[in-house]
């Protein structure tokens, strides 16, 4: 019963390359949304979003898009392929180095690019949301034999529904949590921007983004001033 389970499994991930293409856009597209709303709702200017194209936000977005999938795919090829070792000590051992050493990396303020750790994490959570995929699909044929066992299966698909429910949140989430993380570190004024010279205006700007004949600017001042301009009006681009 077990192996149907897993024969069944391994079938409805084998999915033909259009259905897996279709299935990888529209993930894509979400994960810049999500991301590009953290980013823009951080900055206080989310309404920014509305007057953004798909192809941009998905073109803009590549740099975090690429490596999540990568993360994902890697976390689904790790649960099949070494399914056994990663459900054993050593693999749960693997896991808590990596989520222990990261911690105590932070805490000793060791510099660690958040990007690491947000793809370190999603690789984990997919390895998790993938076992609670098997598990499910064992546990729901499951036959019924007395009160007790029944009480037992109930919390097990419980559980396991929770640790899906869990993983797919967290994976939504994460883009959503870098997205304000870099937006933090703008605010925080970390992060090297472009130094803009408009012909009329003569504050200093920083050049957030361009969107086709347009950019975006922050002042280099007041981090919650910003501009849209069209790419004439520009005179200069220093690089900081």
Known sequence: ???????????????????????????????????????????????????????????????????????????????????????????????????????????????????????????????????????LSNIFTLPDVNVIHNKITVLMKSFMLISLVFSIFSICYSPYLYGQAEATEIISKKTRLNLIELHSDKHNWLLLEMNGDKALLINSIDLQSFKIVEYKDIKEIKVK
């Open 1 to 135: 019963m077990v192996q149907d389970n897993e024969t069944n499994f391994n079938k409805l991930l084998s999915l033909g390359p259009l259905e897996v293409a279709t299935i990888a856009f529209f993930i894509s597209v979400g994960i810049s949304l999500i991301y590009k709303n953290g980013f823009y709702s951080k900055l206080g200017i989310d309404w920014y979003l509305n007057n953004l194209s798909p192809q941009y936000i998905f073109m803009s977005s590549l740099g975090l898009v690429l490596p999540i999938f990568l993360s994902i795919f890697l976390g689904v090829f790790l649960s099949i392929k070494y399914k056994e070792f990663m459900n054993s000590i050593g693999g749960q051992a693997l896991y808590l180095i990596f989520v222990f050493g990261g911690l105590i990396a932070i805490k000793l303020g060791l510099h660690i690019p958040f990007i690491a750790i947000i793809l370190i994490f999603i690789l984990f959570i997919t390895m998790l949301m993938i076992e609670s995929i098997q598990a």
